[in-house]
């Protein structure tokens, strides 16, 4: 078991998202918060321009640019693909990190609650799973497209040997909400306990099971031609996330009054409902379907 000996948390990787930004300048102030007694931990505040443009980006989402062919390509030069770079540099190289654990801490418009997303598949996530689960059970964990290689992977926090990120919600932009904050303090230090916890091989006993979400696809708002909107997320889904959507239920609302029904073939799970930040795009919600991720035992059982 190679153990966890540098540790990065990252706030800021979008502008306007405040609590990781504010977390991470508490934890600055107060050191002791990330203090444990098996590794080293740090932070990094990902992208300063924007927070001080109240942006999301400047350029480009910053939280898209870290395909390690995308790193690699001198090309892709504006703030944000200079920025990942840089960030590149500090963690990585990706592939061949510095950093073993990156948390990267993010805020979500939509009604998801103390989300922990894992990136990646195997044990140490699994047993990451089972241990944020049992100290915070109103947390819901999910993998993003964890069948990717990290390398493959855009996102910040796959720059590390290993990366998950802390999503919580609601919270509009450019806020904070002192219950989501708390919220995003408690998963942070439960990920630390536990990383301090598997390198001194003090793991207590997790659940033999963790239920999960696993990401299928997105789906947009009904667009005409011109890209118009012609409708809206249906109050039946709105602030639903996690909440079962069956086949014929109600997803869409039209502005002409007619509702446009779920046409998939299977239940599914939603996140990410009307989050502000994806409209640009139209995306009207991400849809997961229910997995279940299996703890194996500890060292020692």
């Known amino acids: ?46 992208n300063p321009q924007a927070h001080s443009a109240n942006k999301r980006y400047l350029d480009a989402d910053l939280n898209r640019q870290f395909r390690r062919e995308d790193l690699d390509n001198p090309a892709l030069s504006n703030y944000e693909q200079s920025r990942a ?3 590149d540099a500090v963690l990585g190289p990706k592939g061949n990190p510095k950093v073993d654990l990156v948390i990267d801490l ?26 944020v689960k049992m ?24 720059t590390g040997r290993y990366g998950v990120i802390v999503e919580v919600g609601p919270q509009p932009q450019s806020v904070l909400r002192q219950d989501v904050l708390e919220q995003m303090h408690s998963m942070t230090q439960h990920i630390l306990d536990f990383a301090d916890l598997y390198n001194r091989k003090q793991l207590p006993e997790l659940p033999a099971e963790v239920e ?27 602030d639903q996330d996690f909440k079962p959507i069956k086949p014929g239920d109600p997803i869409f609302k039209r502005f002409d009054g007619k509702e446009l029904l779920y046409e998939g073939e299977s239940e599914v799970y939603p996140s990410f409902i009307n989050e502000a930040a994806y409209y640009d795009n139209n995306l009207a919600m991400s849809l997961n379907e229910k997995i279940t991720l299996v703890v194996p035992p500890v060292a020692g059982d």
Request: proline letters at 4%; aromatic letters at 10%; glycine letters at 8%.
């Open 212 to 238: 999960a979400y696993r990401y299928l696809h997105s789906i947009t708002l009904p667009v005409n031609e011109q890209g118009e909107r012609l409708g809206m997320v249906h109050s039946h889904v709105q």
């Open 1 to 46: 078991m190679q153990p966890i000996q540098q540790v990065a948390i990252v706030g800021g990787t979008h502008g306007n998202e405040f609590s990781g930004i504010y977390l991470i300048r508490q934890y600055q102030r107060q050191p002791e918060f990330l203090q444990r007694q098996s590794f080293h931990a740090w932070t990094l505040f990902a």
């Open 106 to 131: 993010h805020n979500t418009t939509s009604n998801m609650g103390p989300v922990l997303i894992l990136t990646q598949a195997g044990d140490f996530y699994n047993q990451l799973a089972g241990y």
């Open 135 to 158: 100290k915070m059970p109103e947390a819901v964990i999910s993998c993003d497209e964890d069948h990717l290689s990290a390398e493959e992977h855009k996102l910040l926090c796959t």
């Open 85 to 87: 770079k840089v960030i």
